[in-house]
């Protein structure tokens, strides 16, 4: 069944968003590994095992900045048993046709630091890497929605290929699917890459994650 969540995503991808009237909605957690906050223009979605009432307590009416400020998530970590893991830009693109234009190969290893991670977050989770230094890492996460997660090593850098991989990733999801992907604002490198490769900005978002589980 689809979560509600999950329709608010969905939407959101298409470039349908939530009124942008400054207030905050509370949706039940799509599963119990996701718990968090995403915000758009003028409006967040606090998705958690929280009463409505409880979240608007404790944001003013009209406060576009309180569903991800630290005295909040700090408030909805202790509520839950979690901890607030780092707020990403959150952005979206269509899946392309064809075959990826970049030279990549499948590998089941799972020791690299990266797919630990995407493991933790992700179902369905795939990896690829390319001879020169990236992994690309592609998975269902939040409310079942396709991410992706790249990764290119010091050598590598400064050369477009974490542009290319996520360009690439495009061409790995279903046909009519919209793959998603996080970067930290401060992440200037990866931001950039995204954009190049397509990606359009959607919101912010933060997950919250079980104690020690940050990453």
Known sequence: MTSE???????????????????????????????GVVSFTCHAVVFADVEPSWVHDRI?????????????????????????NNIDLATVAEALPGPPPLELVETTDRSHPRIVR??????????????????????????????????????AQGRGLGRRLAHAARHLVPAGERLWAQAAPGNARSVRALLAAGFVPVGAEVLMVPVGGRG
């Open 118 to 155: 995407a493991l933790r977050h992700r179902d369905e989770v795939r990896v690829w890497t390319t001879g020169d230094g990236g992994t690309l890492v592609i998975g269902r996460g939040v409310a079942g929605r396709w991410e992706l997660a790249a990764e290119v090593e010091g050598a």
């Open 60 to 84: 003013a009416p009209g406060d576009l900045a309180g569903p991800l400020s630290p005295p909040f998530l700090t408030a909805l970590g202790e509520r839950t048993g979690r901890e607030a």
């Open 5 to 35: 969540l999950s329709k608010v995503l969905s939407a959101a991808a298409r470039g349908c968003f939530p009124p942008a009237d400054g207030s905050v909605t509370v949706l039940p957690p799509p599963s119990p590994r996701d718990v």
